[in-house]
């Protein structure tokens, strides 16, 4: 498997709009995209900095798992995502090594990637996403 760098930091909050004005207002960062993610009963907002992107996850629904975390563990860092190059043979590796995996296969995620989760009781507590961008 060939990382290649932090893809993005998931955050968790309850609300993009109310986060826009410390992230735009105090840090100078600029929201370049803001996608819901149908499936994943989710609203994302990104911002880049160099090569890496942080991602307020907003739940649409209660029932995701957005809202779950939030409900559990308050707002904060949800996860960190690595962009990998194959990403169907990064998961077989990985589980191959004894990692648990959240997705067994690659699915649709933001901004066009395919994405998939690694447990966090297999990885230090971290949820930890890879990430490919399709070619």
Do not use: W
């Not at 860092?77 to 648990?100: D, M, P, V, Y």
């Not at 995996?101 to 966090?120: C, M, S, T, V």
């Amino acid at each position: 498997m060939e990382i290649t760098h932090i893809e993005h930091i998931g955050i968790a909050v309850r609300s993009i709009e109310e986060q826009l004005p410390y992230y735009e207002g105090v840090l100078g960062l600029k929201c370049y995209n803001i996608e819901t993610v149908e499936d994943q009963k989710v609203k994302t907002a990104f911002f880049k900095i160099g090569q890496t992107k942080i991602e307020l996850l907003e739940p649409t629904g209660e029932d995701s798992t957005i809202a779950k975390f939030i409900e559990k563990r308050g707002e904060g860092i949800h996860h960190i995502a690595f962009a990998t190059k194959n990403l169907e043979e990064a998961l077989r590796e990985i589980e191959a090594k004894g990692i648990r995996l959240i997705d067994k296969h690659p699915r649709p995620g933001a901004e066009g990637l395919n994405i998939a989760f690694l447990h966090p009781k297999s990885a230090g507590g971290v949820l930890t996403e890879l990430c490919e961008h399709p070619e």
